[in-house]
């Protein structure tokens, strides 16, 4: 045995990886003569056609399938033993060809679909693909003879599929968004696709959603929980977020924002829920100024001067700008007063919890109340008030200790003269 | 009032032998004389030390879950409780300051020589137990530079030959710098380290009133020569400059807690990544910055243990000065001790200001 094994994970366990991997190295062999004896790879690799031979290179290069012991034939059919292609692919064989539209469902779902063979391979993945893609826009437009849609390989591509998990793969999340685009930016292949409300379909997306805080958050972050399309419009089961679901589907991160807008007079009246003021795909990164009655805000879209919402958007927002200016203020008071050698741990929390409270406030907006708003705001004043006079306590404080080392440095001073004065006058003993 | 205190204790203690002591004591007065003041003003600075410091027993909790806190509670709700820290603080450093500035000035004036041996192995033994004093206080407050700080250098004690690993085990009161080497510093510094302090300063108070101070080398030629060297009165002379010398200390002390309070920091946490920049207190930077500079191997032994056994022999070297400096007493000092003196203060010097300057 191994003397680095033996010492890196203990004799016993070092005993049983040696016994598996004897069995690995014993069992090897056995799975490379079944890849080797697919016939179909022996062809099609060295096949002047591209189209013929990408697909075979690609599935011996990396393939999840191909990993586990899947060849050419559980998908396309045919006889692997076979050396004449005619004989090969003899309608006897069950060879199916290339499958496209609906067969491509069919070849997936054949095993995808099935719980007891899927728990084999993958116990915790869904087997439900089938069904949601048969509720999605492109299984509806599949259903109805629409060949152009997406279909399973579209997405995750034929040959050399990879898991999700793997950052090569299509629907790893930062490449989603490419991955469909491929098809929805693309404005030839959308022509003639309609939105609900009967205008066509845009092809401009992506590049909003690369403007979006969502993208950012994604690809500068590292956030990888980020939002790409599948987040809202969902994958298998894909369309767009209809009338009344956007809330739900902003929601599911969003959760406080998306009960507190449940509760407003603006979900009555919202078409588009969220979207009415955050935009979908261009989510930028919001800021106090869409409150208020200023020109930029986005209130002045709809209410005007006089009107109840005109007055409480500007109620609201002078309150948000309240707190903000109480916090900066109290922060700057804090500050000197560190800088003067005062402790201010206890205070630089409580503004951390006044910021909250700011961060509360632009929740509780959501609800369109002005009073919940004024209450939390309140509330966050109280935290700066608090802060503010212990502020001035602490600078007090400073200006009595500066007092009283000025006062013990003169008294220190006089007493030196004095002793100095005193030694003077003292004789020196010869 | 004073007098009749002063008649009613010696009627029960005969002081008359104490009066005329002081009375009759003088201090030679000529122009190195300063540098008599520098013991005096590192005494009181022992004195604040003490002082201060049994002030902040009355608030200060030993332990990793504590300590922290409780410094954080003295010098933010304790009335004065942030002067009483920061006098502390500054005057423990100044402390070791003047503690130096009193070594190298005996040194350079070969103090030392006989018959005042003894007096000079005393005050080494003392600048090390103030050293001892810097080391254990600095973890006392639980904060993280203080924490990693220590962590090094208790791990240095590790390169000691033989009894290393020991040492360290000793020093932090198991494997790592925890809780327990909190507790273990926190009883070495109030306790067993003043209890020797007092015995040695004692020691070396009663060796100086014995033997009265000592004149340089070029002072005591004059003498022989003839020339008479002026005295001063002890009392009360040279006891109201004294006093004054200490008056200005408080004053620079007080000006430092003010004006540059000592920092806090963050709590220290076990489980954080070691922060960039961290370093001893000044008085072992120049140590600090050696150990870090010697390479790994040296002609096959360990670096860390060669610099170790190095600053170990050179603490011994300085210990028994006085027997080394044999002919100091007969008015010729060792050239070469005293050119060992200046590269030793210029070593200090420059490597400090290096490992300031490279943390």
Redesign the interface.
């Known amino acids: 045995m191994a003397t680095w094994l033996r010492n890196l994970i203990g004799p016993a366990r070092a005993g049983r990886y040696l016994l598996a991997g004897a069995a690995l190295l014993l069992a090897a062999p056995a799975a490379a003569q079944s890849a080797q004896a697919s016939g179909c790879e022996t062809c099609h690799k060295e096949h002047p056609l591209p189209a013929l031979s990408a697909p075979a290179r690609d599935f011996s290069a990396t393939d999840v399938h191909r990993e586990r012991g899947f060849t050419c034939v559980d998908c396309h059919g045919g006889d692997p033993n076979e050396t004449d292609k005619v004989r090969a692919k003899a309608p006897a064989t069950g060879f199916k060809g290339k499958p496209s539209g609906q067969s491509v469902i069919a070849v997936c779902t054949r095993c995808h679909s099935d719980a007891t063979l899927m728990r084999k391979y993958a116990p915790k993945q869904r087997v439900d693909q089938g069904a949601e893609y048969a509720t999605s826009v492109h299984g509806q437009q599949l259903a109805k003879g629409d060949t152009k849609v997406a279909t399973c390989t579209s997405c995750h591509g034929a040959h050399g599929v990879r898991l999700v998990s793997d950052a090569k793969s299509p629907v790893y999340p930062v490449n989603v968004a490419a991955t469909c685009t491929q098809c929805h930016a693309d404005p030839e292949r959308m022509k003639g696709y309609k939105l609900p409300d009967g205008s066509p379909l845009p092809t401009d997306q992506r590049a909003k959603y690369e403007n979006s805080v969502h993208y950012a958050a994604m690809t500068q972050r590292d956030d990888l929980s980020a939002p790409t399309c599948n987040d809202c419009h969902g994958n298998h089961g894909a369309a767009p977020p209809g009338v009344g679901a956007v809330t739900n589907v902003c929601g599911t991160c969003h959760g406080v924002f998306a009960t507190k807008f449940a509760l407003s007079t603006h979900s009555q009246i919202f078409d588009k829920g969220c979207v009415e003021c955050h935009s979908n795909h261009e989510i930028a990164k919001p800021t106090d100024a869409l409150l208020g009655t200023d020109k930029s805000s986005l209130c002045v879209t709809c209410h005007s001067d006089g009107d109840n919402g005109f007055t409480a958007a500007a109620g609201m927002r002078a309150g948000i700008e309240k707190l903000k200016a109480a916090i900066d203020r109290s922060h700057a008071l804090v500050a000197t007063a560190e800088n003067a050698?005062?402790?201010m741990?206890?205070q630089t929390l409580a503004l951390r919890e006044a910021s909250n409270h700011l961060t509360l406030a632009r929740t509780e907006m959501h609800a369109f109340e002005p009073k919940a708003v004024a209450t939390v705001l309140q509330a966050g004043l109280g935290i700066t008030a608090k802060v503010d006079a212990e502020g001035q306590a602490a600078m007090a404080e400073v200006s009595f200790?500066?007092t009283g080392?000025a006062v013990?440095?003169g008294a220190?001073?006089l007493?030196?003269i004095a002793?100095?004065l005193?030694?003077r006058s003292?004789k020196?003993?010869? | 009032m004073t007098q009749q205190v002063f008649a009613w204790l010696d009627e029960r203690l005969d002081l008359s032998g104490l009066r005329a002591f002081v009375a009759e004591k003088?201090v030679p007065?000529h122009r190195h004389s300063v540098w008599y003041y520098m013991g005096g003003i590192t005494l009181f600075l022992v004195g604040v030390q003490v002082a201060t410091g049994i002030l902040l027993l009355l608030y200060y909790r030993p332990s990793a879950g504590e300590a922290f806190e409780s410094v954080?509670f003295i010098?933010?709700q304790v009335q004065f409780g942030?002067?009483i820290r920061n006098v502390h603080a500054w005057s423990a450093n100044l402390l070791i300051l003047m503690a130096f500035v009193h070594l190298f000035s005996t040194f350079f004036l070969r103090a030392y020589r006989k018959p005042r041996e003894l007096t000079w192995v005393t005050g080494v033994l003392l600048l090390f137990i103030m050293l001892g004093f810097g080391f254990s206080g600095y973890l006392l407050p639980w904060n993280e530079l203080a924490f990693f700080a220590t962590k090094v250098g208790t791990g240095s004690a590790g390169a000691v030959p033989l009894v290393g690993d020991f040492m360290v085990r000793f020093l932090r009161g198991g494997d790592d710098v925890t809780g327990a080497t909190l507790t273990r510093f926190y009883g070495i510094h109030v306790a067993i380290l003043p209890a020797l302090t007092t015995v040695l300063l004692g020691a070396h108070l009663l060796f100086i009133q014995r033997q009265g101070m000592s004149v340089p080398p070029s002072v005591e030629k004059r003498e022989k020569a003839g020339e008479?060297i002026?005295?001063?009165?002890f009392f009360?002379?040279y006891v109201?400059?004294d006093?004054?010398w200490w008056?200005?200390s408080?004053?620079v002390l007080?000006?430092l807690a003010?004006?540059?309070?000592w920092e806090?920091g963050t709590k220290a946490d076990a489980f954080a990544s070691v922060p960039a920049g961290i370093r001893p207190e000044w008085y072992f930077l120049a140590m600090f910055q050696t150990l870090k500079l010697i390479p790994p191997h040296v002609f096959g032994l360990e670096g860390e243990m060669l610099g170790v056994l190095g600053f170990s022999a050179a603490a011994g070297l300085l210990l028994v000065m006085p027997f080394l400096d044999r002919h100091a007493a007969d008015g010729r000092p060792s050239k070469v001790i005293t050119a060992a003196g200046i590269l030793a203060v210029i070593y200090l010097v420059v490597f400090t200001i290096y490992g300031y300057l490279a943390a």
């Open positions: 050698g005062m402790a741990d206890g200790r500066k080392l013990s440095l220190i001073l007493v030196v002793l100095a005193k030694i003292l020196p003993r010869e | 003088t007065k954080q010098v933010s942030w002067l008479t002026s005295q001063e009165p009360p002379n109201l400059h006093v004054m008056y200005v408080l004053a007080a000006a003010l004006f540059l309070p806090l």
